[in-house]
């Protein structure tokens, strides 16, 4: 059992509220299930802590902010299914005297987003398309363009505020906790909430926009919100949190670094150019530059998507935003059904909103119920909402085919032509192209030589190198080998063990699981991609993935290399060799690049190629499909190498590279496919 701080468990509230246990507890507030002994109904009874320690005048000022709050919201619930329903108010007495407002919220059973999300990952459901996220937020969005409408906005929205009644996979009703407690504990953090509670503040980092963290760009409102939106979206389509950070410095940056925004592309997902559009403007640094409210943003959504405009009941505004982005024609999906939930009395019709490449949702079974139900409760508050209808929507009908009795076989128009192939997550599709694979300098190695021209098919590749984290969920699942903790190679010394045996990631999944998968060899490599559905890049598509059709140098163009555009030797690692005994190290560039060894991936956006392929060279070698041998001069279409060999080719170039020419595209090396390393990793890909 819980500890119950306040001793109210056994207790009545108000006459009429039995507690029964506690919940939940945050750092603004205490969450109790009751039961209302009337009417024999179970209730979440949230108490706000930490008003103790204010002035008479202070804390009555921010009960009173509760309060409006609530009478707000519950207005705009008795229009909306989307904002949890608020009961009851009132002050209850604390064990050492002091007054302590509470709300009294309905009870709701399911689960977050965020547990269903973690739930998915765990038994390896796909990401959802772009449709799918839509139609899963969109009962939420009507609930914001109500509130934004009348300038209310949430402040802090995240996959652990949004409930979900139902089948997440399936009809489910989707439900805003905690509406309107930011702004109020806001206003208390600015003075005594700072005090008792330390660096607690009413929003959660990763999902903050940027005006949240810094007032420099700007006040927070319903555009805030938009963001939050935004990057939900982007979750449920990835499967990975938009903003990438461990604390809130690194998240403060990202949410704010204008030279990487979360958009579906930064992540490798195909999307049209008109949804890219649309949620580059959902993620602007600059508040003006954002989508002013949430109708703004869905309504440019579906606009893109060749959808009618969503129109939610009691807005005061349904506007369509006035957004330049092309516009697309899609499918709709069939109507959603209730699978035995409790809905709305007034019918409704879902689209599927799939994207222009996304294919009617495959059939899941549902998420195993949980041994005891997900009890939300509107856990942060404000949820200040009453009475539970979902809002008409007014959304475009399925289009029909009017067939007569005269038409003949023939006046059938044909079917639409399948959509184009189009890349996994996290991956990027390279066109079909040519370039000349190899070099012809006077400069670079013979088995460089000789330049020779190439045409590839069409092919997707990993964005990013494969992750420690994610080779542990492979291995973890039982599709792939454990990676290992230590380096295995002919003839490797003591002293050697002794120095890179530590700088296995394996060993430090946790704090290093976002960075390159190493020590392992090209057999792990390989099954890794095929569990995945994919497949190990060859040399050629690694090659033109790299350095595109242009001939430069370096995958950023023909610089010389910089601490800027890679994880390669520079002071840093030149100081860490000295420390481990390995004196000959040189460095590659007189700077500190911030990483002795290994860095998260992504680290290096100013070297990626131009088709936007990240950490190609430096960090960690990669294994490539192919058998090692000499190049020829004849031209070649999609060449796979040799059938065998003694050796496979590995490419890139690593954190301990001292010599510009290793990190050149056109560099080849090569070594035993039963080798494992701590320079060596790997990255997939895919044929179209």
Same mark, same amino acid.
């Given at each position: 059992?819980?500890?119950?701080?306040?001793?109210?468990?056994?207790?009545?509230?108000?006459?009429?509220?039995?507690?029964?246990?506690?919940?939940?507890?945050? $750092?603004?507030?205490?969450?109790?299930? =009751?039961?209302?002994?009337?009417?024999?109904?179970?209730?979440?009874?949230?108490?706000?802590?930490?008003? $103790?320690?204010?002035?008479?005048?202070?804390?009555?000022?921010?009960?009173?902010?509760?309060?409006?709050? *609530?009478?707000?919201?519950?207005?705009?619930?008795?229009?909306?299914?989307? +904002?949890?329903?608020?009961?009851?108010? $009132?002050?209850?007495?604390?064990?050492?005297?002091?007054?302590?407002?509470?709300?009294?919220?309905?009870?709701?059973?399911?689960?977050?987003?965020?547990?269903?999300?973690?739930?998915?990952?765990?038994?390896?459901?796909?990401?959802?398309?772009?449709?799918?996220?839509?139609?899963?937020?969109?009962?939420?969005?009507?609930?914001?363009?109500?509130?934004?409408?009348?300038?209310?906005?949430?402040?802090?929205?995240?996959?652990?505020?949004?409930?979900?009644?139902?089948?997440?996979? *399936?009809?489910?009703?989707?439900?805003?906790?905690?509406?309107? +407690?930011?702004?109020?504990?806001?206003?208390?953090?600015?003075?005594?909430?700072?005090?008792?509670?330390?660096?607690?503040?009413?929003?959660?980092?990763?999902?903050?926009?940027?005006?949240?963290?810094?007032?420099?760009?700007?006040?927070?409102?319903?555009?805030?919100?938009?963001?939050?939106?935004?990057?939900?979206?982007?979750?449920?389509?990835?499967?990975?949190?938009?903003?990438?950070?461990?604390?809130?410095?690194?998240?403060?940056?990202?949410?704010?670094?204008?030279?990487?925004?979360?958009?579906?592309? &930064?992540?490798?997902?195909?999307?049209?150019?008109?949804?890219?559009?649309?949620?580059?403007?959902?993620?602007?640094?600059?508040?003006?530059?954002?989508?002013?409210?949430?109708?703004?943003?869905?309504?440019?959504?579906?606009?893109?998507?060749?959808?009618?405009?969503?129109?939610?009941?009691?807005?005061?505004?349904?506007?369509?935003?006035s957004v330049s982005v092309p516009r697309v024609v899609v499918a709709h999906a069939p109507t959603l059904k209730s699978d035995g939930m409790s809905l709305p009395q007034t019918?409704?019709? &879902?689209?599927?909103?799939?994207?222009?490449?996304?294919?009617?949702?495959?059939?899941?079974?549902?998420?195993?119920?949980?041994?005891?139900?997900?009890?939300?409760?509107?856990?942060?508050?404000?949820?200040?909402?009453? @009475?539970?209808?979902?809002?008409?929507?007014?959304?475009?009908?399925?289009?029909?085919?009017?067939?007569?009795?005269?038409?003949?076989?023939?006046?059938?128009?044909?079917?639409?032509?399948?959509?184009?192939?189009? /890349?996994?997550?996290?991956?990027?599709?390279?066109?079909?192209?040519?370039?000349?694979?190899g070099s012809d300098d006077k400069a670079d190695f013979d088995f460089e030589r000789p330049a020779h021209k190439v045409e590839l098919g069409a092919f997707c590749i990993d964005?990013?190198?494969?992750?420690?984290?994610?080779?542990?969920?492979?291995?973890?699942?039982?599709?792939?080998?454990?990676?290992? =903790?230590?380096?295995?190679?002919?003839?490797?010394?003591?002293?050697?063990?002794?120095?890179?045996?530590?700088?296995?990631?394996?060993?430090?999944?946790?704090?290093?699981?976002?960075?390159?998968?190493?020590?392992?060899?090209?057999?792990?490599?390989?099954?890794?991609?095929?569990?995945?559905?994919?497949?190990?890049?060859?040399?050629?598509?690694?090659?033109?993935?790299?350095?595109?059709?242009?001939?430069?140098?370096?995958?950023?163009?023909?610089?010389?290399?910089?601490?800027? !555009?890679?994880? =390669? /030797?520079?002071?840093?690692?030149?100081?860490?060799?000295?420390?481990?005994?390995?004196?000959?190290?040189? &460095?590659?560039?007189?700077?500190?690049? *911030?990483?002795?060894?290994?860095?998260?991936?992504?680290?290096?956006?100013?070297?990626?190629?131009?088709?936007?392929?990240?950490?190609?060279v430096g960090n960690v070698w990669e294994w490539v499909a192919d058998f090692h041998a000499p190049y020829t001069a004849s031209a070649q279409t999609n060449p796979r190498g040799?059938?065998? @060999?003694?050796?496979?080719?590995?490419?890139?170039?690593?954190?301990?590279?001292?010599?510009?020419?290793?990190?050149?595209?056109?560099?080849?090396? !090569?070594?035993?496919?039963?080798?494992?390393?701590?320079?060596?990793?790997?990255?997939? &890909?895919?044929?179209?």
């Amino acid at each position: 059992m819980r500890h119950d701080p306040l001793a109210l468990i056994g207790r009545t509230v108000a006459d009429k509220y039995e507690v029964e246990s506690l919940v939940g507890q945050g $750092g603004f507030a205490l969450v109790y299930r =009751a039961q209302h002994t009337i009417w024999r109904r179970p209730v979440a009874l949230k108490v706000f802590m930490n008003l $103790g320690r204010m002035s008479p005048e202070r804390r009555k000022e921010l009960v009173e902010g509760f309060v409006r709050e *609530g009478s707000v919201l519950a207005e705009l619930s008795e229009r909306s299914a989307a +904002i949890c329903q608020a009961r009851d108010i $009132g002050m209850l007495t604390a064990p050492d005297g002091s007054a302590m407002p509470f709300m009294v919220l309905e009870w709701l059973e399911g689960a977050s987003l965020e547990a269903v999300l973690e739930a998915e990952i765990a038994q390896g459901l796909p990401p959802r398309t772009l449709g799918e996220a839509m139609q899963l937020l969109e009962p939420a969005i009507e609930g914001l363009i109500l509130a934004h409408s009348r300038g209310i906005a949430h402040r802090d929205l995240k996959p652990g505020n949004l409930f979900l009644l139902g089948d997440p996979r *399936g009809g489910s009703v989707l439900k805003i906790l905690d509406f309107g +407690i930011a702004k109020v504990v806001s206003e208390a953090e600015k003075e005594d909430f700072q005090k008792t509670l330390g660096k607690s503040i009413p929003f959660t980092p990763r999902y903050g926009a940027p005006e949240q963290f810094s007032r420099n760009y700007g006040a927070t409102g319903p555009w805030t919100d938009v963001y939050a939106v935004a990057l939900i979206l982007l979750e449920l389509m990835t499967q990975r949190p938009a903003l990438a950070g461990d604390d809130a410095m690194q998240l403060t940056f990202a949410t704010s670094n204008g030279a990487r925004r979360p958009t579906p592309r &930064a992540f490798g997902l195909a999307v049209t150019d008109g949804v890219e559009a649309v949620m580059t403007r959902a993620v602007a640094v600059k508040v003006e530059d954002r989508f002013q409210n949430a109708g703004e943003l869905w309504n440019a959504l579906r606009g893109v998507l060749g959808l009618e405009p969503l129109r939610v009941v009691g807005a005061q505004s349904d506007r369509r935003p006035s957004v330049s982005v092309p516009r697309v024609v899609v499918a709709h999906a069939p109507t959603l059904k209730s699978d035995g939930m409790s809905l709305p009395q007034t019918p409704r019709r &879902a689209d599927s909103l799939l994207s222009s490449v996304a294919s009617a949702p495959t059939a899941l079974a549902p998420l195993p119920r949980p041994v005891w139900p997900w009890i939300v409760l509107a856990l942060g508050v404000a949820a200040l909402g009453a @009475g539970l209808f979902l809002a008409r929507r007014f959304l475009v009908p399925h289009p029909t085919t009017a067939a007569t009795a005269s038409a003949s076989a023939s006046e059938v128009p044909p079917p639409p032509p399948p959509p184009p192939p189009t /890349c996994p997550a996290g991956m990027i599709q390279i066109a079909a192209g040519r370039f000349f694979m190899g070099s012809d300098d006077k400069a670079d190695f013979d088995f460089e030589r000789p330049a020779h021209k190439v045409e590839l098919g069409a092919f997707c590749i990993d964005r990013l190198e494969v992750t420690t984290r994610d080779y542990k969920a492979c291995s973890d699942r039982g599709d792939c080998k454990r990676a290992s =903790a230590e380096n295995e190679w002919e003839g490797i010394t003591k002293k050697e063990k002794k120095t890179f045996d530590p700088l296995c990631n394996i060993r430090e999944p946790e704090a290093r699981g976002s960075h390159p998968i190493n020590c392992v060899d090209w057999d792990q490599a390989s099954e890794y991609c095929r569990q995945a559905g994919l497949r190990l890049p060859n040399e050629a598509e690694w090659e033109y993935a790299t350095r595109g059709s242009d001939g430069r140098k370096y995958p950023w163009g023909d610089d010389a290399p910089t601490s800027g !555009h890679l994880n =390669a /030797c520079g002071t840093e690692c030149v100081a860490w060799s000295r420390k481990n005994g390995i004196f000959d190290q040189a &460095a590659m560039y007189k700077a500190d690049d *911030g990483f002795p060894n290994t860095a998260p991936v992504g680290s290096f956006p100013n070297g990626k190629s131009p088709f936007g392929v990240e950490d190609v060279v430096g960090n960690v070698w990669e294994w490539v499909a192919d058998f090692h041998a000499p190049y020829t001069a004849s031209a070649q279409t999609n060449p796979r190498g040799p059938e065998s @060999g003694d050796e496979r080719v590995i490419r890139g170039g690593a954190w301990n590279g001292a010599e510009p020419s290793w990190v050149r595209p056109t560099f080849r090396y !090569h070594d035993v496919a039963a080798k494992r390393s701590h320079g060596i990793g790997f990255r997939c &890909a895919k044929g179209l």
